[in-house]
């Protein structure tokens, strides 16, 4: 279910929203929405920021306590990463981008600084739509860029984390005036197809992809930065850019961040900290089911284990029980035994060939037009286009 509301000052974020400027006037969907044929806005708050939510507290719940159930009730137990985001999730997020080990986002950063121009040149977007949004403050060097060519009307950050979707949206609001900001509340594996914008095949079950062109004030760049596509199991992976594919007509582009293969000792140690911070934001996810599902895992009873995965081309992050226990996940009814050393997977994050990026793309119905890297090779941005 889809529930939408204004993200207005007070509501959401308080004083942080105070003096943001009004942004809206440029919103493709709103022009729209006045002649009454679009029926996919959200409605529009007081600062200009318009907030669709798919994950109402109702469905987050759902969502979370199906996840959870399976995940322990499964051998070996596992649980998927999107849920350690919640608002102290994101905030840990944010400090590992910033540890000394973790050189994904610098090196990512690195590469948008050097290439964002030619990026925006060869999809010069109206709308930039930024999938795992989270702070998104790379995304602005993508936004300068689309500014700089003067066709840039309208930012759609799109991110699981409520909390931490608002305040960047917020912010890019007040950095940027005349640009509208229309947040989605969503899980990317789920609601792709309600994307602000999305064409009208895309919730038509006979439509075909790439059927209408995206031109002029139409066109938009899909960007999935961060490496959170190696967060994804293959099969999820290429369901995920088929969908991400059939929401992109011609001239439109998908800008996809990855992390690449090195280094062994380099890859444990960015899931590693000496700092402990990625130890935290690993047991962050029993922090979150023990407060949405009224459950009591001890956090001081699971260690943090990050491992690299040769097979499989991943780092894995996993909780070990570090003695016997029970946990008891009250909402669910359901108690967990876990042995002394038992491990549980809460992550995968795959790295990856340039090659291979290339030809799971292909595989998805996208073709690679342009592939970028920092100087040593350790992070990709990849533009492709449906072909
Ligand atoms: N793109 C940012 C943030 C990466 S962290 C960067 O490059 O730094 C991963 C982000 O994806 C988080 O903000 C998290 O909340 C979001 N996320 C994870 N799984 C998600 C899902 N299934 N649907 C939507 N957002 C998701
Ligand atoms: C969001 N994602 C790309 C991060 C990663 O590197 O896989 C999440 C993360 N997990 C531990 N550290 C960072």
């Known amino acids: 279910m889809t529930s939408r509301t204004p993200a207005t000052a007070r509501e ?3 004083s942080t929203f105070a003096g943001a400027a009004g942004g809206g006037s440029g919103d493709p969907d709103k022009a729209r929405d006045s002649n009454g044929s679009s029926g996919s806005s959200g409605t529009e708050g007081p600062t200009g920021i318009t907030v669709d939510r798919h994950l109402a507290a109702a469905e987050r719940h759902a969502s979370l306590a199906a996840d959870v159930r399976a995940g322990l009730t499964s051998q070996p137990r596992e649980l998927p990463p999107k849920w350690f985001y919640d608002a102290t999730g994101g905030l840990l997020f944010d400090r590992i981008t910033r540890l000394p080990e973790y050189y994904p986002t610098r090196r990512e950063h690195a590469v948008l600084t050097a290439h964002a121009d030619e990026i925006a040149a060869a999809c010069p977007a109206a709308t930039l739509v930024e999938l795992g949004s989270g702070t998104s403050e790379k995304t602005r060097l993508l936004l300068d860029a689309l500014r700089r060519l003067g066709t840039l009307r309208r930012f759609v950050p799109f991110d699981v984390d409520e909390a931490t979707l608002l305040q960047a949206g917020a912010d890019i609001l007040r950095a940027y005036p005349g640009v509208a900001v229309r947040a989605v509340v969503g899980d990317f594996e789920r609601h792709l197809g309600s994307l602000p914008g999305a064409p009208a095949r895309a919730s038509a079950a006979s439509a075909s992809p790439g059927a209408q062109p995206a031109v002029g004030g139409d066109r938009r760049l899909v960007a999935f930065l ?25 001239g439109d582009a998908l800008l996809l961040g990855a992390d690449l293969v090195k280094d062994t000792g380099r890859l444990v140690a960015a899931y590693d900290d000496s700092a402990g911070v990625t130890a935290a934001f690993n047991r962050n996810v029993l922090s979150v089911i023990n407060r949405e599902l009224d459950a009591d895992f001890d956090l001081r009873g699971f260690a943090h284990v990050a491992a690299w995965n040769a097979e499989k081309s991943w780092i894995e992050m996993r909780l070990r029980s570090v003695r016997d226990q029970e946990v008891t996940v009250r909402a669910l009814d359901l108690v967990a035994r876990f042995e002394d050393g038992e491990q549980m997977r809460t992550e995968i994050s795959a790295k990856f060939t340039l090659d291979g990026l ?7 119905g996208l073709a690679t037009s342009r592939q970028w890297t920092d100087p040593d090779r350790d992070f990709s941005v990849t533009l492709a286009v449906p072909d």
Do not use: C, H, K, W
């Not at 490496?227 to 293959?234: A, S």
């Open 358 to 364: 290339r030809a799971e793309l292909a595989a998805s």
């Open 226 to 250: 961060g490496g959170t596509i190696g967060n994804l199991q293959p099969a999820a992976r290429a369901a995920f850019l088929r969908a991400v594919r059939d929401q992109l007509r011609d």
């Open 12 to 14: 959401t974020l308080g």
